[in-house]
């Protein structure tokens, strides 16, 4: 099992603070907010780890009606080969739609097209739960979004933590259901009622259970700790995630 950290929690000027992070543990980043000039100089200082890319979330939108994702899929794929890493995360959509079936039916469509790019490249292409039901912006529900690895046996799949507690899905259930799919996590914390991408053990997720179905179902998968809060250094976050692996077993 591999565990990472996202970037999320340092924004801005504070990302070099991931230079100083132990080499076992992985990273994983949000590459469209930086230039290839930026990031190759990030990747070299970080040394040899585990890297991972989060796909574009804010610049493509698969639901929508923009054009331009297979261009931005492509540049993201690229640097994704040249750096060799792990996978790279795909969300569905940000909005909501008003005709669901519709929008579904658009992002088969160019999902089928990003996992051709994936193919193209040999980068692993993730499709993480996305959407929130507080917020009115779920186009695949817990049944629509197994489906999709029916539709896409070649998919491969990243379970969010926080987004499947604010939806009301009962995780470790999920993860048996998807079991050799799951090729990652992000693992954060909220209470049931916003996405507030807090520490482990500060919100109300049955992380015993969750840690143990994991453990039982995809030892393989790398767990990314996608925390936006809780720690400004890098010394307190390990010393949770260590206190993590002593606790849970991980």
């Known amino acids: 099992m591999q565990l990472a950290i996202s970037d999320l929690l340092f924004p ?21 907010f930086g230039k290839d000039y930026y990031w ?5 200082a970080w ?12 610049a493509m939108d698969l639901a929508t009606g923009d054009r331009s994702y297979l261009a931005i899929m492509e540049k993201t794929l690229a640097y994704a080969k ?12 940000e909005v909501g739609a008003a005709e669901k079936q519709a929008a579904q039916a658009l992002v088969k469509k160019r999902l089928a097209k990003v996992l051709a790019l994936g193919k193209k490249y040999g980068v692993t292409i993730v499709i993480e739960n996305v959407g929130l039901r507080v917020k009115r912006n779920v186009i695949f529900d817990l049944p629509d979004y197994l489906d999709l690895f029916q539709t896409f046996p070649q998919a491969r799949a990243l379970l969010d933590t926080g987004h499947a507690h604010v939806n009301g899905w009962d995780i470790p259930a999920v993860i048996h259901a998807l079991q050799g799919r799951l090729v990652g996590y992000h693992i954060h914390d909220n209470d049931g009622s916003s996405d507030a991408h807090l520490p482990v053990g500060q919100g109300t997720i049955p992380w015993e259970s969750v840690f143990d179905t994991i ?7 790398t767990l ?3 925390y ?4 400004d250094n890098i010394p307190d976050l390990v010393a949770h995630v260590e206190q993590l692996k002593g606790k849970y077993g991980l």
């Open 224 to 226: 990314v700790c996608e």
């Open 47 to 58: 040394g040899l780890r585990s890297l991972s890319i989060h796909g574009p979330c804010v």
């Open 82 to 93: 040249k750096i060799g890493a792990q996978f790279v995360v795909v969300h569905t959509n």
């Open 228 to 231: 936006s809060k809780g720690f």
């Open 40 to 44: 190759n100089e990030e990747v070299a």
């Open 215 to 221: 453990k039982k179902y995809t030892p393989q998968a």
């Open 12 to 32: 801005g000027f504070t990302k070099a603070n991931l230079r100083h992070l132990p080499g076992q543990y992985g990273i994983e980043f949000f590459y469209e």
